[in-house]
């Protein structure tokens, strides 16, 4: 028997993805450290992607960064709401809190509308 863990598929719009290859995407970039994409509700896509990055350094270039996830996944996939932040919420045992990370993503949303 496979006792593998599953991981969790997002839905993004109309497509499925996981949200771990898209982060390792990311990751790959020089100037992130860590990053976590969740997808945020859209009144038209129903859920669009977001993305948590936590920089290297000063001088992340969110351009270039975009252009990074394109190559790999297309425009569908590019994250559409970004946040840069010091560092993803995380509880006690080091995992993500992704449900915190949403919130502040559509936040982050709703402030800009």
């Known amino acids: 028997m496979d006792h593998r863990k599953t991981l969790r598929p997002d839905r993004v719009g109309w497509d499925h993805?996981?949200?771990?290859?898209?982060?390792d995407v990311l990751c790959?970039?020089?100037?992130?450290?860590?990053?976590?994409?969740?997808?945020i509700p859209d009144p038209e896509w129903g859920e669009i992607v977001g993305?948590?990055?936590?920089?290297?350094?000063?001088?992340l270039d969110l351009d270039l960064l975009e252009e990074h996830v394109r190559q790999s996944f297309g425009e569908a996939k590019r994250p559409r709401v970004w946040l840069i932040g010091k560092e993803i919420p995380r509880n006690t045992n080091g995992k993500v809190e992704r449900s915190r990370v949403r919130e502040a993503l559509e936040l982050d949303v709703s402030q800009a509308d």
Do not use: F, I, K, Y
């Not at 790959?28 to 997808?39: F, P, S, T, W, Y």
């Open 51 to 59: 993305a948590w990055v936590v920089p290297t350094g000063d001088g």
């Open 28 to 39: 790959e970039h020089e100037g992130v450290q860590d990053a976590c994409v969740v997808g």
């Open 17 to 23: 993805h996981r949200c771990d290859s898209l982060e």
